[in-house]
């Protein structure tokens, strides 16, 4: 005997008029159930043979030939055995053939013969079908394993199928070759194989299209039904599979397009990328993307696919958008998609009666200039934020028509490309916090190196004062005054530095209580010049003050209106010589504001620096190289003063060494306001 050849193989050797047809797993488990609960529910004792591809399968059935095996004594089990599946004869003959036998190990087989009925399934699986499938992962799931095979009635067929069955049996026992030989005899079986005669008029059987013939038919109807109503369920589980193929192939460009998109966090590399993406996905002749917001009148388009089409003429290619301007704002297309806040899809732009009041169809006209024939618009959004727009146009007189889900999933990569463009964002944004991180970590070195000189030589001056009034106690009275001197200006250098850095943590905590009152602006001035001069009895420049008298009341807190005014005249004078000038001035800006202006003839400002001046601890000079005191404080102080009474500041210089000017504004009192209107 030969085992190189299947036991369906040989049955249709046998029986050429058989069709097999292709059954999942889950289908083959109904049959046998249904072919089992026949002899558990019949009187007889029948013969009943099955094998099983694996000891596993067969575990899950054995409690079923247990009760089987209590009504006929011949039974016969065939598998492979994985733990302790033997030869044996206990209940039931059981046969372990090694799992090198490659057809047995692929089949599924099971015959009962009975005194008044017959069933047999003959099947092989089939793993071809699934490795050469776009459902691959899904016919490879237990369930749905494909197997191609026979399930028939006939009592010819189950008996040449049983006789071929037991020739395997006898093959691995054949020490129960006396048994085999009594189901021979007691079922009446063939001892010959023989090929049935030609004949003109067809063999009944399994015909082409793979439907039951009447003489190999069940004929109890309940049976008949239950085979149509498996069929039709293979071909709904067949649907259902190419659905999940679809969908699986849906995710996977989605993935696809999402991993190439984020490879870069250039928001204009990502939407190239994406625009190539789309149209090679969604097989558009012209593919655009574009970011917009809902109120823009127009874009210029930046971001292009094209794709040849064959159908046109030689010669004749996909007009470029790349560079033009496409509008928006009288496009009806666009308007509607921000209506719906989805896509919009049109199949022949021409056919829709978008009519303007001047008579003009918008749509008509674009779609004729650029070859348009389908037309696809997918919004790219953030939390109902319209960052962009994709565009598809069909350009050739027979459109690709989009599914339903294939319009679904541009949604999806829509919303797969807005989070790249978001992620791109805050990259950038990312990147622009750097730079204000390494900005303020070049602040926090100014301050150490500021803070370090501007501490130490004060405290090593009195330091010096003080070891030398005690080391020396005979010293000169002059000399000792010159040492108090000293370490008294000193001290007070330390004192206004600690107050300015106390000064300027509080304003810029946000901690001021405000007391706005009405001022007169000359008053101000006048308490900020005693200040200043008392400081700069010596070499102190010329302050001029040029204001109306009958200038308007403000409306702020005086103790920072003076503090501010002082450090902006103590800087004026800090830099400019006593031969210099400094001008105060004051002018309504006609915005509910008074303008000041203190302007110096002193040492200017390098037009890059003129915003920079207004950092804290900025130096012009340097921290450490400084020809003049002060902790470059006073105008970061000023600002934030400015800043909260909702003010404004700012300076302005020709140059280096020709001068420069100061200007802030202050509130008027809302009578003055009145007053002047």
Not at 431 to 447: G, H, K, Y
Request: proline share 4%; aromatic share 6%; net charge negative.
């Amino acid at each position: 005997m030969s085992i190189s050849i299947s036991i369906l193989a040989e049955l249709v050797q046998y029986q050429p008029q058989i069709r097999p047809q292709i059954y999942f797993k889950s289908s083959l488990i109904a049959l046998s159930h249904a072919m089992e609960d026949q002899v558990l529910a019949g009187s007889d004792s029948p013969l009943v043979i099955a094998t099983f591809q694996r000891e596993r399968f067969y575990r899950q059935e054995a409690h079923r030939y247990r009760r089987i095996a209590a009504l006929t004594s011949q039974v016969y089990v065939m598998a492979a055995p994985e733990t302790e599946f033997k030869n044996a004869s206990d209940a039931y003959e059981t046969v372990a053939f090694p799992a090198e036998d490659i057809l047995l190990s692929q089949e599924w087989n099971l015959v009962v013969l009975g005194e008044n009925y017959a069933s047999c399934l003959v099947c092989i699986e089939r793993e071809d079908l699934a490795e050469n499938s776009e459902m691959y992962e899904q016919l490879t799931m237990d369930p749905a394993r494909p197997f191609e095979g026979v399930w028939t009635s006939n009592r010819l067929i189950c008996s040449q199928v049983a006789i071929l069955l037991l020739e395997r049996v006898k093959y691995y026992r054949p020490e129960i070759q006396g048994k085999i030989q009594e189901a021979v005899n007691g079922f009446n079986l063939p001892t010959k194989m023989v090929k049935p005669r030609k004949s003109k008029k067809r063999e009944s059987g399994i015909n082409r299209k793979g439907k039951v013939e009447p003489d190999l038919q069940l004929n109890d109807p309940f049976a008949h039904r239950l085979v149509t109503y498996l069929q039709a369920g293979q071909h709904k589980l067949l649907r259902v599979y190419r659905s999940l193929a679809v969908q699986e192939w849906k995710e996977r460009l989605v993935n696809s397009i999402t991993a190439a998109i984020r490879q870069s966090l250039d928001p204009e590399e990502v939407l190239e990328i994406a625009t190539r993406e789309f149209g090679e996905a969604m097989q558009a002749h012209r593919c655009l993307i574009y970011r917009c917001k809902s109120t823009d009148n127009s874009v210029v388009i930046e971001h292009e696919y094209l794709r040849s089409c064959p159908e046109q003429p030689e010669g004749t290619e996909v007009k470029s958008l790349r560079g033009e301007t496409w509008w928006l704002e009288n496009n009806p297309l666009f308007q509607q998609v921000l209506q719906q806040q989805r896509y919009v899809y049109l199949v022949e732009p021409g056919e829709v009666d978008y009519v303007t009041d001047e008579g003009e169809n918008i749509l008509d006209q674009l779609a004729e200039k650029w070859e348009i024939g389908g037309w696809l618009m997918v919004p790219i959004l953030s939390q109902g934020r319209l960052l962009g727009m994709v565009e598809l146009h069909q350009c050739n007189s027979i459109c690709r028509s989009w599914e339903d889900d294939e319009l679904s999933l541009m949604d999806a990569i829509a919303t797969q490309l807005a989070a790249a463009l978001i992620q791109a964002e805050t990259h950038a944004n990312l990147e622009e916090l750097n730079r204000q991180l390494e900005a303020l970590e070049r602040t926090r070195s100014n301050l150490i190196a500021i803070t370090g000189h501007e501490l130490r030589t004060p405290l090593s001056t009195i330091q010096v004062c003080l070891e030398s009034l005690s080391q020396e106690p005979d010293m000169p009275l002059e000399m000792r005054e010159v040492m108090l001197e000293t370490a008294q200006a000193d001290a007070e250098r330390l004192r206004k530095l600690v107050q300015d850095f106390l000064t300027l943590s509080h304003l810029e905590s946000g901690r001021v209580d405000w007391n706005p009152e009405s001022l007169r602006l000359e008053e101000c001035i006048d308490l900020a010049i005693s200040g200043v001069s008392a400081r700069y009895a010596e070499n102190k420049p010329k302050i001029k003050v040029e204001i109306n008298d009958n200038l308007p009341l403000v409306k702020a807190d005086g103790e920072w209106l003076v503090e501010l005014l002082t450090k902006l005249l103590d800087n004026a004078c800090k830099f400019t010589g006593s031969e210099g000038k400094v001008t105060i001035k004051a002018k309504s800006n006609g915005d509910r504001m008074l303008e000041v202006t203190v302007a110096d003839t002193g040492r200017g400002i390098e037009p890059n620096r003129l915003e920079e001046v207004f950092d804290r601890f900025y130096q012009e000079e340097g921290s450490l190289r400084r020809t003049v005191g002060g902790t470059g404080l006073g105008l970061a102080i000023g600002r934030q003063i400015v800043t909260g009474w909702g003010g404004r500041i700012w300076a302005d210089s020709p140059g280096k060494n020709k001068g420069s000017r100061f200007h802030f504004t202050i509130p008027l009192v809302e009578s003055e306001l009145i007053i002047n209107a």
